[in-house]
């Protein structure tokens, strides 16, 4: 096959075996070979390719610090000179696969070599990095990580190798987009026939177009007098009352929790927590102001630049929950804030 | 009408929320160990406060208020 | 006229799809189910938007292949014509013309490659 290709591997503080989310915020750092996954990477690669070397950075950084954490990173994968990237795969971390998509994107870019990362369907990272970069479709967990392994293997060693790819489906990425001309062997008429057919016959078929949907609505219109209008809080950071009495989960959340806040000025914590899984809780734990920020609210509220606060607090976790989930968590919370009139709302998220 | 205040904007924009304001930091979006309780507080403040003047103005399309 | 099924094409692109998009979601809305050929115009790296308009309802769609994608033609023995025209033709890219008489430009330029009535077997598809 010729010379060993060189392979340099991304990956986060926890897979990197740094540490959890409490070293989230941890810097671009390096070492010699393959550290965790990469072994398994290693071992698939065999003789063809090496690792040469991890780069690791922390999900907070890199999310926080975009542009310093995408040059020193980028700084050390080229020190290794390498002919291929590998990046997580990160699943449904949102900002592990916002952090892959963009390095593979900036290493194609600047380096001019192949890159390959890993991601769940509904990773934050696919929407935004699917167009410039190939994510192969994974598992939700990191379970899923000996089934995603071998094709990211795979395909990396097509793209280094120049070799022509497959469909999407074929090679086991996730489309992106991407419209390439092909000839069939029936002509297009034929083609619509036979597709009318089925469609007449209530059977199956595949459109050689899906039509695109824009999950997009129009700004409502700018509220003049804010001193008349009921605000309602909404986090996706978890925030619930002391023991999670609803068991809302720390990941994938099946549900969200409506809280009363009559007569709560304040959220102390020894009466609150947060429920949420993906970030470190020191912060929001000390202070939960630190996420629902109730207090200048109710400041607000007092001082008349609001008419009130609506009397219930919505909570949910959104680490790694779904978007029909939240989508349906959304239209019933929805249907209460409009049945009592409530105008305004503000949603913090982690 | 809501106004998003996110640590990650580009996720934000992506999910289609029309008035977003840039957070302080993943695990402290409204609030900074670093400051004392009255700095954060104040910090705090300004956010929401930004927050109400995203509901005041008009948009024609996505808009990131920052500083 | 109660046809079971409608098989919709156009001509040209923009306006046309408007035109496509309304008539298959008012005969779609008739509960009669609908095909439509065209081609598309997704830009020259394939990932532009391939359509003016869009619907819901087109569910169903055989692609004549993606018009603005880059060709590469030979240089010929014989012209006929003045190739002088090359690089100011719909879908021809400035710098187009090579010394040696080849032609670089957009498959549009050839009239008919992409024929909504799908008469060719080009087609496109997603990578």
């Not at chain 3, 923009?14 to 008739?30: Q, T, W, Y």
């Not at chain 3, 992409?114 to 496109?124: A, C, D, I, K």
């Amino acid at each position: 096959m010729g010379n060993v290709l060189r392979v340099v591997h991304y990956l986060n503080q926890f897979f990197g075996q740094i540490g959890g989310e409490d070293k989230a915020g941890t810097k671009p750092l390096k070492r010699d070979g393959a550290i965790g996954p990469g072994a398994l990477f290693q071992g698939i690669f065999g003789q063809e390719a090496d690792i040469v070397g991890t780069v690791i950075c922390g999900d907070n950084y890199f999310n926080e610090q975009a542009e310093a954490a995408k040059k020193a990173v980028l700084a050390m994968i080229e020190g290794y000179r390498p002919n291929l990237l590998l990046a997580g795969p990160a699943f449904n971390a949102g900002r592990y696969g916002i952090a892959c998509g963009a390095i593979c994107e900036a290493v194609v870019d600047r380096l001019r070599i192949p890159a390959v990362t890993g991601m769940f369907p509904e990773n934050a990272g696919v929407e935004l990095y699917r167009k410039s970069v190939y994510i192969v479709e994974t598992k939700a967990s990191s379970a899923g990580m000996r089934d995603a392994a071998p094709r990211m293997a795979a395909l990396a060693m097509k793209l280094v190798r120049g070799e022509a790819l497959g469909s999407p489906e074929e090679e086991g990425y996730l489309p992106r987009g991407i419209r390439r001309n092909v000839f069939n062997l029936e002509r297009g008429a034929t083609r619509a026939v036979d597709m009318l057919l089925q469609k007449m016959k209530g059977n199956a078929f595949v459109t050689e177009y899906p039509m695109p949907s824009f999950d997009r609505v129009d700004p409502v219109s700018a509220i003049e007098n804010l001193d008349e209008v009921t605000l309602a809080l909404i986090t996706s950071g978890g925030i619930v009352p002391k023991g999670n009495p609803d068991h809302v989960e720390s990941s994938s959340a099946s549900k969200y929790g409506k809280y009363d806040i009559r007569g709560v000025e304040r959220l102390s914590p020894d009466s609150y927590e947060t429920a949420h899984g993906g970030y470190d809780p020191t912060y929001a734990n000390e202070d939960p102001h630190r996420v629902l920020p109730l207090d200048v609210v109710r400041d607000l509220e007092r001082e008349g630049s609001i008419g009130e606060l609506y009397p219930y607090y919505y909570a949910t976790v959104g680490n790694g929950t779904s978007v029909a989930k939240a989508k349906g968590f959304a239209e019933e919370i929805a249907k209460d804030l409009v049945r009592d009139g409530v105008k305004a709302v503000i949603i913090s998220s982690t | 009408m809501a106004v998003h205040i996110c640590s990650i904007v580009p996720i934000s924009k992506t999910v289609g929320a029309n008035r977003i304001v840039p957070a302080v930091a993943i695990p402290h979006p409204l609030g900074d160990p670093a400051k004392t309780t009255e700095e954060e507080k104040t910090l705090r403040r300004a956010l929401v406060e930004k927050a109400l003047g995203a509901m005041k103005t008009k948009v024609e399309d996505q808009r990131v208020f920052e500083g | 006229m109660a046809p079971d099924g409608v098989i919709i094409s156009k001509e040209g692109f923009g306006n046309p799809d408007a035109d496509v998009m309304m008539n298959c979601r008012k005969i779609e809305e008739k509960g009669i189910p609908t095909v439509l050929i065209t081609d598309e115009f997704a830009g020259v790296d394939g990932g532009s938007q391939s359509l003016a308009d869009t619907t819901p309802h087109a569910n169903a769609v055989v692609s004549t292949g993606n018009a603005n994608e880059l060709i590469t033609l030979p240089p010929m023995d014989r012209i006929i014509g003045d190739i002088g025209v090359v690089e100011k033709m719909a879908g021809t890219v400035s710098g187009g013309l090579s010394k040696q008489g080849g032609i670089t430009a957009e498959l549009q330029v050839i009239v008919g490659s992409t024929n909504e009535l799908g008469f060719e077997l080009l087609s496109s598809r997603e990578t």
